[in-house]
């Protein structure tokens, strides 16, 4: 069964950068490489929101409030996918999850705060 590891979140102030990480384990590289991967999080009494995308070719999408400041890149030789955020600001708190295909992660707790 594939399972979506995902690390890197935690507490920052505003202006503060982190990266987040996700591992899609127990798949191989081939099917790994050919599905889309996404970030999506969801804030404190809202819905769960799109992030970011990146298609299996490469190309990437960002939702309005993070282009600019955050970059999704993926590892297909490590079957990771990656959330670079800059530029923290305190309405980007929200639990981060990674999602390949149908399959999602537990999520990650992002807090940005002074």
């Known amino acids: 069964q594939v399972q979506l590891v995902e690390s890197g979140g935690g507490l920052v102030q505003p202006g503060d950068s982190l990266r987040l990480s996700c591992l899609v384990s127990?798949?191989?590289?081939?099917?790994?490489?050919?599905?889309?991967m996404g970030w999506y999080r969801q804030a404190p009494g809202k819905q769960r929101e799109l992030v970011a995308t990146?298609?299996?070719?490469?190309?990437?999408r960002y939702s309005d409030s993070v282009t600019g400041r955050f970059t999704i890149s993926r590892d297909n030789s490590k079957k990771k996918v990656f959330l670079q955020m800059n530029s923290l600001k305190p309405e980007d708190t929200a639990v981060y999850y990674c999602?390949?295909?149908?399959?999602w992660g537990k999520g990650l707790l992002v807090t940005v705060s002074s």
């Open positions: 990146i298609a299996a070719g490469g190309s990437t």
């Open positions: 999602n390949w295909g149908s399959d």
């Open positions: 127990r798949q191989i590289t081939s099917v790994f490489t050919s599905k889309d």
